[in-house]
C-alpha cells in the first residue's frame, strides 16, 4: 500500500491504521553442555577461593535449575520461603498468587550448605536468599549482570 501512494495511483494509505505483526523474540537458551560448563566453572571457584559470589551465583543457577523460579521470584527469595522440612520453596508467581514448588533432597542439603556458608560469611543473616556483595536484596541488574559474566566465559 505504501508503494502504491508512492506511485500516486492511490493518494492515501487505507491499512495505515493497522497495527503491524508482531516479530517472534528468540531468546538464546544455554544447551546442557553449557549448564554443565557453568556448575563445573562456578564449583572449582567456590572451594578454590571461597568467594560468597561465585557460591552465590552457583546457587542461583542451581536453584534456577532445580524450581524453574523467575527472575523476580529468584532476586524476592526469602529464607523464610524455604520449608526444609518439607522440602518445598513458596513464591508468589506470576498471578500474584503464592505457589508452593517442591525441591529435591539435594537441591534442599546445598541451600541448607549455603545458607551455614551465608551466616558465617556475613555474620547476620539477611532476610533474603541471594544478595549483593554489600548484604543487600539483589537488583534485576545484578542478577542479569551474572549470565552476562556468565555467557561471556
Known amino acids: 500500500m505504501n508503494y502504491l501512494v508512492e506511485c500516486e495511483v492511490i493518494k492515501t494509505n487505507p491499512a495505515k491504521k493497522i497495527k503491524p505483526q508482531k516479530e517472534d523474540v528468540k531468546i538464546e537458551v544455554f544447551?546442557?553442555?553449557?549448564?554443565?560448563?557453568?556448575?563445573?566453572?562456578?564449583?572449582?571457584?567456590?572451594?578454590?577461593?571461597?568467594?560468597?559470589v561465585a557460591y552465590r551465583d552457583y546457587m542461583i543457577i542451581?536453584?534456577?535449575?532445580?524450581?524453574?523460579?523467575?527472575?523476580?521470584?529468584?532476586?524476592?527469595?526469602?529464607?523464610?520461603?524455604?520449608?526444609?522440612?518439607?522440602?518445598?520453596?513458596?513464591?508468589?508467581?506470576k498471578s500474584r498468587r503464592k505457589e508452593t514448588i517442591p525441591i529435591t533432597d539435594r537441591l534442599a542439603k546445598e541451600l541448607t550448605a549455603y545458607q551455614t556458608f551465608c551466616k558465617q560469611y556475613w555474620g547476620n543473616l539477611s532476610d533474603y536468599v541471594f544478595v549483593k556483595?554489600?548484604?543487600?536484596?539483589m537488583t534485576d541488574n545484578s542478577l542479569m549482570l551474572v549470565f552476562k559474566f556468565l555467557g561471556q566465559k
Open 62 to 93: 542451581v536453584t534456577i535449575l532445580g524450581t524453574g523460579i523467575r527472575r523476580g521470584e529468584i532476586i524476592n527469595l526469602q529464607w523464610s520461603d524455604i520449608d526444609f522440612v518439607n522440602k518445598s520453596i513458596s513464591v508468589f508467581g
Open 31 to 52: 544447551s546442557d553442555e553449557q549448564i554443565k560448563q557453568m556448575l563445573n566453572f562456578y564449583r572449582r571457584i567456590k572451594w578454590r577461593e571461597k568467594s560468597y
Open 133 to 137: 556483595r554489600d548484604n543487600t536484596q
